[in-house]
């Protein structure tokens, strides 16, 4: 049972560079997610997904864009990369029963923007 | 003011000491409250989570939530070495719209010595 599994695990990237993070889940899940963890501010939303085919923009979509064409994937695009985007990129998925919304997470990506 | 506030430490303790991690937050529609436990490198996983007000006690883990003080705490007992990660408090709320928001607490880093 793999979980979340994201590619890839590490990238480095020079400025204006594009690339596509993957995430991809065997839960499931109606609800995918892509957070970047920098120091000190902890997880912040960039884009989520309520379903096949829907995306939506969480606190901090700039610079990126994302699409949900299969239930089980969630792809991650930068288009045109900058330093400040330099962080560990999570995707996370969970189901939903009302108000109980518990995520589970991807091993993460390492983006380095040069 | 931040919507979940969490001491970001480092907290460093001997081993076999009891352990106390606090969360604070101000939005008092949250409902579910979660702990999830960050080793170096590695994606989040979900520790314990808890409904409304109250206790839960997971083996020398043990989940606290005061509503009406807007508190959460997460008890550590016997601490192991192997407790050594950051700790995230996370907490829920229904939302008008189908995404039940979640939030983030920055991580509190703990290190059990030997």
């Known amino acids: 049972n793999a979980g979340v599994t994201q590619t890839p695990k590490f990238r480095v990237l020079k400025t204006g560079q594009s690339m596509t993070l993957l995430c991809a889940q065997d839960?499931?899940?109606?609800?995918m997610y892509w957070y970047r963890q920098d120091p000190g501010m902890g997880l912040r939303l960039i884009h989520y997904?309520?379903?096949?085919?829907?995306?939506a923009k969480g606190e901090v979509p700039d610079g990126y864009n994302v699409s949900r064409l299969k239930k089980q994937n969630f792809l991650l695009g930068l288009e045109s990369a900058a330093p400040s985007q330099t962080s560990v990129y999570f995707c996370?998925?969970?189901?939903?029963?009302?108000?109980?919304?518990?995520?589970?997470f991807g091993a993460g990506t390492r983006l380095s923007v040069l | 003011q931040k919507e979940v506030e969490q001491d970001p430490g480092p907290l460093s303790v001997p081993e076999g000491a009891i352990v106390s991690l606090n969360c604070t937050y101000s939005?008092?529609?949250?409902?579910?409250f979660m702990w999830y436990r960050q080793y170096s490198r590695k994606g989040p996983d979900l520790l314990m989570y808890?409904?409304?007000?109250g206790n839960k006690e997971d083996g020398r883990f043990t989940a606290q939530v005061d509503k009406s003080s807007k508190y959460i705490s997460l008890f550590i007992r016997d601490s192991q070495p192997s407790d050594s990660a950051t700790y995230l408090c996370?907490?829920?709320?229904?939302?008008?719209?189908?995404?039940?928001?979640?939030?983030f607490g920055p991580g509190t880093s703990l290190s059990v010595i030997p």
């Open positions: 996370a998925s969970s189901y939903r029963r009302g108000a109980e919304n518990i995520q589970y």
């Open positions: 839960m499931n899940h109606e609800y």
């Open positions: 997904s309520v379903g096949e085919g829907t995306t």
């Open positions: 939005n008092s529609a949250f409902q579910y």
């Open positions: 808890t409904y409304s007000s």
């Open positions: 996370a907490m829920s709320a229904r939302t008008r719209t189908s995404y039940d928001k979640v939030i």
